[in-house]
């Protein structure tokens, strides 16, 4: 056979197979010319970001390499575009001229589009519903932009639909009810929106879910039962404000999430029990008042336990089981007894000493471990505790009554015989006991009316002992269960968390109140500037407490509400304290601490600035937009919300980094306290005042007028001629007409553009009628844009400002609040 017909049959057939590979291959064909114009016009709309530098009109957006990057590039099948990824670093939002309806537009000409990722670009206005044009999509990630409004129903007619996050926007309105028309959406993420209402029950139609993520809303009410969603995995709802029934879940979840919200009653032991795929429970900063479930420190998969800040009771034992895997619990701020078990603070302590030692084991086995503030006792782990009379003070004030020792069936019997002689002999004892105590009760009347009432102070629970804590009612601890450990902003302000003061403490920090620390004085009584033994400085507010007989239970609510409101752009709370009459243990003195904000107020740096001390532009509209912020939380960022805060210039605060606090809230207790003494106190609630919240964006159109123009604001009558100085000015072509208005000091500086946005807004805030005012997620978006575009121009001096960005996305959180005191005008 000659040399050349040796070869293998298929090395003759393989270059015919890989010319129709190749001729198989996606690759081979070129991009259509359409979707080509279409991604270059995406790239327009976009305002030719930064990330999509390496587009143009020669770019092989499918099949040439050369121009993708991490942050943006394009997939394809044949000659269409199936995927879609740009992902930008964040900022604020695009251009007034942007149109998301034009930009859907152009998308909807990617027919075949299956994946879309749009993150950080900037874009803003409600997302359209003509979504639905791309029937192929399975995963879209709009994250960290603008995008405002109801989720549309567009979306439930996307029936290949798998994944769809939305975090870090700022969506509103209640979720619809259409969700359970998606038959394949398996993640649903809507991370810090703004939306309201109730989970719809169609959530448990949705068989496909695995995981659910609706954290950092004003979500309220009750959790559906969402046992039937078999594949449902991951379920994270914190920070809102449900239940407060804790939700039935299927048994296969891996991660619950459920801190910062309304869940109470009991944690249900049984069922939590059989979850044992589950990884990480978090139920933090809740309302559950109940025995701890020993159950779930030896669940077969969990990791990462938090059942901190509640009521739950119980007494733990050393020799209690744990799971191999654990490796964060925190038990603490809780009303535990007994002893840690030694299976945590074992490996607690190995943790600590992995890194001495470089021993493999235990390092891999290291836990940490979280328990202070509960009454434990036996190992250093547990951390600073009260006394056992604490929670047991608690306990009893929450309905919680220890379970006896039960006994076998004769030694019951017997002791039910013992009990009934006993009884019976004690009750003649009692009897005669009653009328003696009752006699003695009426001379003990008769003399504490013939002397002064003492005081009896409230000290911080860390600083009793035993033998005080023996003679002290069991009223002086109720306000403790409220206070939580952990509380979410605290880390990011800087600021110390939420605890209860003594009066010695605050005595000290204010030199026993002397008149030179007295800051003001109004009907509810005065304000004094002090400083703790750490060196912090503070504000404390006193409160004179004019009905009679009130119990510290009757402030229970408003030391909630105080104790959660912490935001960077509100003067945020650090404590209070109980002054007791110690006859009755009655409320006699409220005494509230605040941070203190030292910088003076935004009026001596706008109309009563001196030369070099007037904040420029720039700072001026971040100023604006901190103060809008601090509104957005007072509004939405609770539950209930607070509206008409009577703002004020003088009540906005500068802290060291020019960062603008809301100094000065409606909470209910000023009202409450007004209505008592027959004063004018408001005749509704705080979170139900008729147009509130429209009332508080006129309030800010105020403010925002003396920032513009830099001349004090007194009288409405100014207000009107303001007003009608500035619809001239913005109906004038001629950018004179503006820049006269503007401050002197800052108008040189001031693009027309930016000026504009600002005053059309600020003329909007003080429409006549409410209903014509803007939202303050609307002015959000117009000082963003005004901030924006001043910074884009050349001749701006690009000054920094205060803000960590005044660009930033608005963010709600679900953990701050001084009240409303003419001390800071």
């Known amino acids: 056979m000659a040399r050349g017909s040796c070869r293998h049959p298929l090395l003759v057939l393989l270059p015919p197979l890989l010319l129709l590979l190749l001729a198989m291959v996606p690759g081979s064909t070129q991009l259509q010319s359409s979707q080509t114009w279409s991604l270059l016009k995406i790239q327009q709309l976009l305002n030719y970001p930064p990330v999509l530098r390496t587009w143009g009109n020669s770019t092989d957006f499918c099949y040439g390499g050369d121009y993708k990057t991490s942050s943006a590039f394009v997939e394809c099948y044949g000659d269409s575009v199936t995927q879609l990824h740009i992902m930008g670093p964040g900022g604020g939002p695009l251009p007034k001229t942007f149109s998301v309806d034009a930009f859907f537009t152009t998308l909807t000409r990617l027919p075949d589009l299956r994946v879309l990722t749009l993150t950080g670009l900037g874009l803003w206005g409600p997302l359209p519903g003509k979504v639905s044009r791309l029937a192929s999509l399975e995963i879209v990630n709009v994250s960290g932009n603008?995008?405002?409004?109801?989720?549309?129903?567009?979306?439930?007619?996307?029936?290949?639909?798998?994944?769809?996050?939305?975090?870090?926007?700022?969506?509103?309105?209640?979720?619809?009810?259409?969700?359970?028309?998606?038959?394949?959406?398996?993640?649903?993420?809507?991370?810090?929106?703004?939306?309201?209402?109730?989970?719809?029950?169609?959530?448990?139609?949705?068989?496909?879910?695995?995981?659910?993520?609706?954290?950092?809303?004003?979500?309220?009410?009750?959790?559906?039962?969402?046992?039937?969603?078999?594949?449902?995995?991951?379920?994270?709802?914190?920070?809102?404000?449900?239940?407060?029934?804790?939700?039935r879940l299927g048994r296969k979840v891996a991660s619950v999430v459920l801190s910062g919200n309304r869940f109470g009653n009991g944690l249900p032991a049984e069922e939590v029990a059989s979850f044992y795929l589950l990884e990480r429970l978090d139920v933090s900063r809740n309302r559950f008042v109940s025995p701890f479930p020993p159950a779930l420190l030896a669940l077969p998969s969990i990791e990462y336990l938090s059942v901190a800040g509640n009521r739950l009771t119980g007494l733990l034992a050393a020799n209690m089981s744990c799971g191999e895997n654990l490796r964060f619990v925190d038990v603490s701020s809780n009303l535990l007894t007994g002893t840690l078990p030694s299976c945590l603070t074992t490996r607690a302590a190995a943790g600590s000493g992995a890194g001495k030692n470089n021993n493999n084991d235990e390092s891999s086995s290291k836990v940490t471990l979280l328990a202070a503030s509960n009454c434990l006792s036996g190992t250093s782990a547990a951390g600073t505790q009260h006394p056992a009379l604490f929670c047991q003070n608690q306990a009893l004030a929450v309905g919680i009554v220890p379970v006896q020792a039960r006994g076998g069936g004769k030694a019951k019997a017997k002791a039910g015989i013992v009990a009934s002689s006993v009884a019976a002999a004690l009750a003649i004892a009692a009897l005669a006991g009653v009328a003696a105590f009752l006699a003695a009760r009426k001379a003990a009347v008769r003399r504490a009316k013939a002397r002064p009432p003492r005081r009896l102070v409230e000290h911080a629970a860390s600083s009793m002992s035993m033998s005080i804590s023996g003679a002290y009612p069991s009223q002086l601890f109720a306000d403790a269960r409220y206070i939580s450990q952990t509380v979410k902003l605290q880390g990011a302000l800087g600021i110390p968390a939420y605890r209860s003061f003594s009066l010695v403490e605050l005595e000290a920090a204010t030199n026993n109140f002397e008149v030179s620390r007295l800051m003001g004085q109004d009907a509810h009584g005065q304000m004094y500037r002090g400083t703790l033994s750490n060196?912090?400085?503070?504000?404390?507010?006193?409160?004179?407490?004019?009905?009679?007989?009130?119990?510290?239970?009757?402030?229970?609510?408003?030391?909630?509400?105080?104790?959660?409101?912490?935001?960077?752009?509100?003067?945020?709370?650090?404590?209070?304290?109980?002054?007791?009459?110690?006859?009755?243990?009655?409320?006699?003195?409220?005494?509230?601490?605040?941070?203190?904000?030292?910088?003076?107020?935004?009026?001596?740096?706008?109309?009563q600035g001196t030369e070099g001390r007037k904040l420029p532009w720039v700072q001026r509209i971040s100023a604006a937009i901190g103060v809008a912020k601090g509104i957005q939380f007072l509004h939405g960022g609770?539950?209930?919300?607070?509206?008409?805060?009577?703002?004020?210039?003088?009540?906005?605060?500068?802290?060291?980094?020019?960062?603008?606090?809301?100094?000065?809230?409606?909470?209910?207790?000023?009202?409450?306290?007004?209505?008592?003494?027959?004063?004018?106190?408001?005749k509704y609630p705080s979170d139900r005042v008729p147009n509130g919240d429209k009332i508080d964006i006129y309030d800010f159109g105020v403010i925002l007028l003396e920032v513009v123009t830099g001349r004090p604001i007194t009288s409405i009558h100014e207000v009107e001629i303001m007003k009608e100085q500035l619809q001239s000015a913005l109906t004038s072509e001629s950018p004179g007409r503006r820049r006269v208005l503007v401050d002197q000091a800052v108008s040189r500086a001031c693009l027309d553009e930016s000026a504009r946005t600002v005053m059309e807004i600020c003329l909007r805030c003080l429409a006549k009628e409410p209903a014509q005012r803007p939202s303050v997620e609307d002015v959000l978006w117009n000082l963003q844009f005004a901030a924006q575009v001043q910074d884009d121009w050349r001749g701006d001096s690009r000054s920094t400002t205060s803000e960590e960005s005044p660009l930033s996305p608005s963010q709600i959180p679900r953990d701050p609040i001084i009240t409303r005191t003419d001390a800071y005008a």
């Not at 603008?146 to 549309?152: K, V």
């Not at 607070?642 to 809230?665: C, E, M, P, R």
């Open 638 to 682: 609770i539950m209930p919300g607070l509206f008409a805060n009577n703002l004020k210039i003088t009540n906005i605060l500068l802290d060291q980094n020019l960062v603008a606090k809301i100094g000065s809230y409606n909470i209910p207790i000023l009202s409450e306290t007004a209505k008592s003494e027959g004063g004018g106190g408001s």
């Open 535 to 607: 060196g912090t400085a503070v504000t404390i507010r006193s409160l004179r407490v004019a009905r009679r007989g009130s119990q510290a239970a009757a402030f229970n609510r408003h030391v909630e509400m105080i104790s959660r409101l912490r935001h960077r752009h509100l003067v945020s709370a650090l404590g209070h304290c109980f002054e007791y009459n110690l006859d009755d243990a009655t409320v006699t003195q409220l005494y509230l601490v605040f941070e203190y904000v030292h910088n003076g107020n935004l009026r001596s740096r706008i109309s």
């Open 146 to 247: 603008y995008l405002y409004g109801h989720l549309p129903e567009g979306l439930s007619r996307l029936g290949s639909l798998q994944t769809f996050i939305a975090d870090d926007n700022m969506l509103s309105g209640e979720l619809p009810g259409w969700l359970g028309k998606l038959p394949s959406l398996a993640v649903l993420s809507l991370r810090n929106n703004s939306l309201q209402g109730a989970l719809p029950e169609s959530v448990r139609d949705m068989g496909s879910l695995r995981s659910l993520t609706l954290a950092c809303n004003n979500l309220s009410g009750a959790v559906p039962d969402l046992s039937a969603l078999t594949n449902l995995q991951v379920v994270d709802l914190a920070n809102n404000s449900l239940g407060p029934a804790f939700p």
